[in-house]
């Protein structure tokens, strides 16, 4: 694995649930009609925008298993595209198309997951069950249940944390070699 690179798909998949997080919440206090609003088609346009770069650093940082990531989160890429779309068109089906597409990050994860399991168990354990509990969570939205997905999204932060400061504090621990 290369430190540098998923260091910073790390560091950017931090910044995107962080906007997720801002989403959730507003999504939450606003109602399920929200999702077709102007702020927060914008909001899912930023976090979508945010995914490149995410996907460039994870593909180029050699994860264990590149073909799960690869393909998952191409897959995830074009479905929210498509489903941002629909939703500049404010048709609900766009909104339906991105919460198909995120089904796409925890199996994209998995390549995440298992590499970063050398680093530190918990911690990768925390970042991929959170992404999985943050994905379920995002259809119980439509009936009132979204804490979960937030927090789905809260846990996966935390495990996003402690990996970064373990790749921090370990630089030894990893090498382009594994």
């Not at 890429?77 to 339906?96: C, H, K, N, Q, S």
């Not at 919460?99 to 168990?121: D, H």
Request: aromatic share 12%.
């Amino acid at each position: 694995m290369d430190k540098k690179y998923l260091t910073q798909g790390n560091i950017i998949s931090l910044i995107a649930s962080l906007v997720i997080l801002y989403a959730l919440i507003l999504l939450l206090k606003n109602g399920i009609s929200f999702a077709l609003s102007d702020t927060f088609i914008v909001i899912m346009t930023i976090i979508w925008v945010m995914s490149i770069p995410s996907f460039i650093s994870y593909v180029k940082s050699k994860l264990d298993k590149p073909f799960i990531l690869k393909y998952s989160a191409l897959i995830a890429i074009v479905i929210t595209f498509i489903g941002l779309i629909f939703a500049y068109m404010r048709d609900f089906l766009g909104i339906e198309l991105i919460v198909l597409g995120y089904i796409f990050e925890p199996i994209a994860g998995i390549s995440i997951y298992l590499t970063t399991l050398k680093l530190a168990k918990l911690y990768s354990s925390l970042f991929f069950w959170g992404a999985v509990i943050f994905t379920i969570g995002l259809p119980l939205f439509l009936v009132n249940l979204g804490i979960v997905a937030i927090l789905g999204d809260i846990v996966k932060m935390i495990g996003i944390v402690m990996l970064i400061v373990v790749m921090v504090k370990k630089p030894t621990a990893i090498s382009k070699k594994d």
